[in-house]
C-alpha cells in the first residue's frame, strides 16, 4: 500500500492529488484569503470560519504549517507588503498608511 501511494504521489498525477489530499490544504486556502484581503481587517474568528475550523483547531493546524500563529503571520504580511511598497519608492511613511 505504501509503494501504491508513493507511486501515486511521485507520478503524473502527483501534484494534484498532494494538492486535494495534502495536509495544510485548509492553511494554504486562509493565506490565499488573506493575501485577498490584506487591506481588511481579518479576526481568527474570520479566517476559522473561512475554512471551516474551530478556533483552536485552527489556531493549532495553524502553527503547525507555518510554525508561526495567525497573528504573527498576518503582521509578516503586512511588513513585507510594506516593504514591497518602499522598494517600489514610496515613503516609510506612505507604505505604513497604505498596508494599514
Known amino acids: 500500500m505504501r509503494e501504491l501511494c508513493y507511486a501515486v504521489l511521485m507520478g503524473e498525477a502527483g501534484a ?21 484581503h490584506l487591506n481588511k481587517q481579518v479576526t481568527i474568528d474570520d479566517m476559522a470560519d473561512h ?6 483547531v485552527f489556531h493549532r493546524r495553524f502553527k503547525e504549517a507555518t510554525t508561526m500563529s495567525p497573528i504573527q503571520f ?3 504580511m503586512w ?6 511598497k518602499i522598494a517600489e519608492g514610496k515613503t516609510v511613511s506612505e507604505a505604513a498608511w497604505d498596508v494599514g
Not at 494538492?19 to 484569503?33: C, D, L, P, Q, S
Not at 511588513?79 to 514591497?84: D, E, Q, R, S
Open 74 to 76: 498576518v503582521k509578516l
Open 79 to 84: 511588513l513585507n507588503n510594506a516593504a514591497m
Open 51 to 56: 475554512v471551516g475550523m474551530s478556533r483552536a
Open 16 to 36: 494534484a492529488a498532494r494538492r486535494a489530499f495534502g495536509v495544510g490544504n485548509e492553511i494554504a486556502g486562509t493565506i490565499e484569503y488573506l493575501s485577498n
